[in-house]
């Protein structure tokens, strides 16, 4: 009886180590993804903060999971997004300052991590960039206070310019404050500006086609909805023969002839550390919102080819990448 009962405890401990192991194993910690336009839009980005995990010895299904969620570039699935990855109770959301009141709204408790944003003080998205408070952190691009210099650069570009259109998503308060300090800075050199408001992607044709005669160059506010359309915008503005001024350098091509600002893809590489450290216990309000402090210019001379457009070589000298 005694040998019978110790196999039987022996057998049934065999069954149970094994459980009691796995029971042990700490969860693979989930991150959501909330992108702000469409997967292709974003490959780069992505591929960045992807990278920048994989420094940081995270990889995806093996040390971490992602939950990769698309907005399309409309902004009301923010909250529906946001919503889900509270429901699914994810360690992190990463996302852009377009999406991140509505992340706000979700959850006073997940941290968030913007990759980018514009503004956040003043979008009320962090108390200040030194102590963000909350649950929010991230990196700030600025792109306003670069819109004096990219007006510059476009004069330099077109010695004769009076007539420039801005076109932005009137439904996005960076995009407004953007657009309002494109109207400023250009008054003040004496160029008069049209402005092609937007709020969705059908809003883009009739934008075009309400133009003046005489618009010499067209000044692109960054945010989802543009981001998501940019190739649109740029063949429009192609074949109205507009050079086009994006904030962006990853929307130089396809008509598009020139950015200066940050780069994106480098902010989303840099994003992952701020989710390593978080993962590893760091609080989003301990984590300063940390600001871009190297700026490219990009050309694109196949676009200024087609645009019959010669850059001088005072701003090819300076550029950063000029694409061939």
Known sequence: MRRRKFISLVGGAAVAWPLVTRAQQPAMPVIGFLGASTPSNWAAWTAAFVQGLHDHGWIDGRTVRIQYRWAGGQSRRYSEIAAEFVRLKVDVIVTVGSAVIAAKQATASIPIVFALAVDPVASDMVASLARP????????????????????????????????????????????????????????IGVDVDVLGIQRAEDIVPAFEALKSGTQALYVCPGALVNAN?????????????PTMHAVRDFVG???????????????????????????????????????????????????????????????????????
């Open 230 to 242: 940019y190739i649109r915008i740029n063949t429009l503005a192609l074949g109205a023969r507009l």
């Open 254 to 324: 396809s008509g598009g002839l020139l950015s200066y600002g940050p780069n994106y893809t480098n902010l989303f590489r840099r994003s992952a550390e701020y989710v390593d450290k978080i993962l590893k216990g760091a609080k989003p309000a301990d984590l300063p919102v940390e600001q871009a402090s190297k700026f490219e210019l990009v050309f694109d001379l196949t676009t200024a080819k087609a645009l019959r457009l010669t850059i001088p070589e005072s701003l090819l000298l300076r550029a950063d990448d000029v694409i061939e």
């Open 133 to 188: 408070g909350g649950n929010v952190t991230g990196f700030s691009v600025e792109s306003i206070d670069l819109v004096g210099k990219r007006i510059e650069i476009l004069r330099e570009l077109l010695p004769g310019l009076r007539r420039l259109a801005v076109i932005a998503d009137t439904g996005y308060p960076a995009s407004v404050l953007e657009k309002d300090q494109v109207l400023s800075s250009a008054q003040k």
